[in-house]
């Protein structure tokens, strides 16, 4: 049940984009994004609804892809702020009990 | 709105010794939520809440570990004769519980166990 994330890891500069993608090989309900940051909770990013629909949020969006089952999360023009593991979470049937991707850690670097 | 909040944050034990942690969520919030994280993996779902019904536990929960939302307040997880493998991080989460799916889950900071 638990999805799978890519890359694991990811160095970035200032400025620079990156993408971290999340594919299941169940059915699912919805996708959230969480980031976070060492030695913190996680912090919610966002949440897609299967329909395929993007959603943004400054300069990080996503796209979720239901007959794929797969999910990607788009940082542009990144800032040191965004250091950080990102995970996915994943719900196959709309009761939002979230099965998380092992992470990815993005490191930003000035 | 203090958010979730976690106690102990820290809990050192000897193998064998129970361990209590505590979580009390967003207090408008109806749906409470258990993880366990390991370093470098993703939060590993336990169990869930519904008010104060436990609906629905993972096999990781052994028959070693308890969970209770006895008002549908706050939570408790107990784990009985703690193992070395316990060692982790243990975190809640709450959310409004919506059924619509756009259902945001806010976390606590986490109560880490280490086990000896």
């Known amino acids: 049940q638990q999805p799978v994330q890519s890359p694991q890891a990811v160095i970035l500069r200032e400025g620079e984009d990156a993408v971290i993608n999340c594919s299941s090989s169940k059915a699912l309900y919805s996708v959230h994004w969480y980031r976070q940051k060492h030695g913190e909770a996680p912090v919610f990013l966002m949440i897609l609804l299967k329909g395929g629909e993007q959603k943004g949020h400054d300069k990080i969006s996503a796209s979720f892809n239901e007959k794929k089952q797969q999910s990607s999360l788009y940082l542009t023009a990144s800032q040191l702020s965004y250091s950080g593991t990102y995970f996915c979470g994943t719900d196959q049937t709309g009761a939002n009990n979230l099965f998380f991707g092992t992470g990815t850690r993005l490191t930003v670097i000035p | 709105d203090t958010g979730v909040s976690q106690d102990p944050r820290h809990k050192i034990t000897k193998r064998g010794q129970n361990v209590t942690f505590r979580c009390d969520p967003i207090s408008e919030h109806n749906r409470l939520y258990w993880y366990r994280q390991t370093l470098g993996q993703g939060p590993e779902f336990l169990t869930y809440?519904?008010?104060?019904?436990?609906?629905?536990k993972s096999r990781l929960l052994s028959d070693r570990f308890s969970a209770e939302r006895p008002k549908g307040s706050f939570s408790t997880l107990e784990i009985q004769r703690t193992e070395q493998g316990d060692s982790a991080m243990y975190l809640c989460?709450?959310?409004?519980?919506?059924?619509?799916?756009?259902?945001?889950?806010?976390f606590g900071a986490g109560s880490r166990l280490t086990v000896l």
């Open positions: 989460a709450s959310s409004p519980g919506r059924f619509s799916g756009a259902n945001v889950l806010t």
């Open positions: 809440f519904q008010n104060e019904a436990q609906l629905e």
